[in-house]
């Protein structure tokens, strides 16, 4: 939250809005019970729904402004609430404000505690009181179960502190402004991180730099209206609808689309505040950027320390843990007309090449239609099938990206944990073999610490493959 004077609010009438068809977003922190809405509040409701808004949360601030949120969530089924005191209004806070706070988070629409927290910043209360406030919300949030919002502002010691002691563990550090050391303990907390506006301006490369690289299970994103206006508006009051526009420049940032983020940001916060819908199945196709990816099993023979399967059933906000292996049928059609995309990907929570009969079959419809096929593989196919399969790739596949992951077979057993006891050797053989069938060939690593890249580069060369490194937390 800026700085703000006492908010008003005559509220409007609650009337029905149609739901704009997606790409759709959560505004996940915005303050449209203040003043500054007080002339059109029902118009930027409208533009918000208009510009794709499934849902916005209204931040307490003070007493009266959780009040009028709490009265301005009740209106419009789409508008959630929090309740809290912001460490600015911390000289305020009485017995009787935890007992009224402590009221209102039995309210249906009372999703969250706060915004509160630390700001050193402004010291518009003493920084032992906004402490001790602190913690009594963070107490409550302990007893109500409720996630909680956190404004830390050149206090982060303090506030990471303070969370730790407290033993809280949902919640966001909304508008994040600190640097990569911070991020990493916010998310080691369990806690999300909500960027803002601030994000699309030209010199804030390090909060670019931020953005970019949160993992996807971490990110959330938000307005702060009617503060921290992004470009192209900077100067102008902020407003719920102009989330778009920081999705686009995060979007950017992090090379997905814009669909792609809001199935990301939006999942999250389905999740973290309770609202909306959380997919139960498991998707067999997921689209990224513009390929098409497809999902057939969750049978592996590796069972990597780093995989996103053994800590989330989600990829890029798709759900891919499977209920059943799918058929061809099923296959064919959900991707439709193949050659709408870039490629098909085979690449999902297993092997694809455990099921080599379903990929050839895949590919070779895919390749009639006039589309193209790559397939992500860990390399071990000959040892499932306990034949050399290779051959039977050809003319099908356009590329494939093999997971070399360790620079010699010791280190890969320890973070691969491989079915079979000479899998790095059979990887180094597949690859050596599989480019004189099919024209494009990498191979990849994770950046983990104990993974040598420049001699893992070395062998790529040797093998007269491609060679990526894949960041660590960064799928799809």
């Not at 506030?159 to 911070?182: I, Y």
């Not at 999250?268 to 998707?283: D, Q």
């Not at 513009?290 to 999902?295: A, G, R, V």
């Not at 890249?453 to 491609?466: D, H, P, S, W």
Request: with cysteine; proline share 5%; aromatic share 8%.
């Amino acid at each position: 939250m800026g700085e703000k004077d006492s908010p008003g609010l005559p509220l409007p009438d609650s009337s029905p809005i149609t739901h704009h068809p997606s790409p759709s977003f959560i505004d996940t922190h915005c303050h449209i019970e203040m003043k500054e809405f007080d002339a059109d509040r029902e118009e930027v409701i409208k533009r918000a729904r208009e510009a794709g808004l499934e849902a916005m949360i209204t931040i307490g601030s003070d007493l009266e402004g959780t009040l009028q949120g709490v009265q301005l969530a009740e209106l419009y089924d789409f508008i959630y609430c929090s309740v809290g005191i912001h460490p600015h209004e911390a000289k305020d806070f009485t017995d009787q404000t935890y007992a009224l706070l402590q009221e209102l988070t039995q309210k249906q629409k009372v999703i969250a505690l706060g915004e509160t927290g630390l700001d050193y910043h402004y010291d518009h209360s003493p920084r032992d009181l906004q402490r001790i406030v602190f913690r009594k919300q963070l107490e409550l949030a302990n007893e109500t179960g409720l996630p909680v919002i956190i404004h830390s502002r050149e206090a982060d010691e303090d506030t990471l502190n303070s969370v730790r002691e407290s033993g809280v563990s949902r919640g966001v550090f909304h508008c994040f402004s600190g640097n990569e050391a911070m991020a990493e303990q916010v998310m080691a907390l369990g806690f999300y991180i909500s960027i803002a506006g601030p994000v699309t301006f030209r010199k804030a490369v390090g909060l670019q730099d931020i953005a970019r690289r949160i993992p996807d299970d971490y990110l959330l994103i938000e307005t702060d209206a009617p503060y921290l206006t992004p470009e192209p508006f900077r100067g102008r009051r902020n407003e719920p609808a102009f989330i778009v526009n920081t999705a686009k420049k995060i979007a950017e940032l992090r090379g997905i689309s814009l669909q792609d983020l809001s199935r990301i940001t939006t999942l999250n916060a389905r999740r973290l505040f309770s609202i909306g819908t959380v997919p139960e199945k498991g998707e067999i196709t997921y689209q990224i950027r513009d390929s098409l990816y497809l999902n057939i099993t969750n049978r592996c023979t590796n069972k990597c320390s780093f995989c996103v399967k053994f800590n989330s059933d989600f990829v890029k906000g798709h759900r891919l843990s499977l209920s059943h292996e799918p058929s061809v049928e099923e296959l064919k059609k959900e991707i439709g007309d193949p050659s709408r995309f870039k490629e098909i990907v085979f690449c999902g929570y297993g092997e694809p090449l455990e099921r080599l009969d379903v990929v050839k079959q895949i590919a070779q419809w895919v390749k009639d239609q006039g589309g193209s096929i790559r397939i992500n593989t860990n390399g071990h196919a000959n040892l499932i099938h306990r034949r050399d399969i290779i051959p039977e790739l050809k003319g099908l596949v356009d590329s494939v990206s093999i997971s070399l992951d360790a620079q010699d077979a010791e280190t890969y057993n320890r973070i691969c944990r491989p079915s079979f006891p000479q899998a790095y050797e059979e990887v180094l053989s597949f690859t050596r073999r599989i480019k004189d069938v099919v024209p494009d060939v990498q191979v990849t690593i994770v950046n983990l610490p104990e993974v040598d890249v420049a001699k893992c580069a070395e062998i790529a060369k040797e093998l007269g493959v491609k060679f990526r490194v894949r960041e660590f937390n960064v799928v799809g």
